[in-house]
């Protein structure tokens, strides 16, 4: 009876170590998926924010007075925004980077109980 009861236990901590095991995966997958995103963002926000300094450039020259303080507040609005999605992906990564080392936690976890079963 202790045979069966021990072998269904390493059976469920063999279930517990997989299902976290996935869970790591798929959370290591989103992050770089998150990731990439990001750089897509940043990529387009730089160019577009090129473009629109392009354009701006035209107005200044062109002699309209306001486009100057435009360029400025642009310019400080592109600093504030890289400024902000950078602290917002830090913190993400810090906060995968702790889901992850609890998971690998529990996994450990889950591997010692499963270890001290005995054989049958």
Not at 33 to 55: H, I, T
């Amino acid at each position: 009876m202790e045979q069966t009861n021990n072998s269904k236990l390493r059976t469920e901590y063999n279930q517990k170590i997989i299902e976290t095991e996935q869970q790591i995966d798929v959370l290591t997958h989103t992050k770089r998926q998150l990731q990439d995103l990001s750089e897509l963002l940043e990529g387009d926000l730089v160019r577009d924010l090129r473009n629109l300094q392009n354009l701006n450039q035209e107005l200044v020259s062109g002699g309209n007075r306001e486009a100057s303080w435009f360029q400025e507040e642009l310019t400080d609005r592109q600093r504030k925004l890289k400024q902000y999605l950078q602290q917002k992906n830090q913190e993400f990564n810090q906060e995968c980077f702790n889901m992850i080392e609890q998971l690998n936690e529990e996994r450990i976890q889950f591997q010692e109980e499963r270890n001290k079963l005995p054989w049958d």
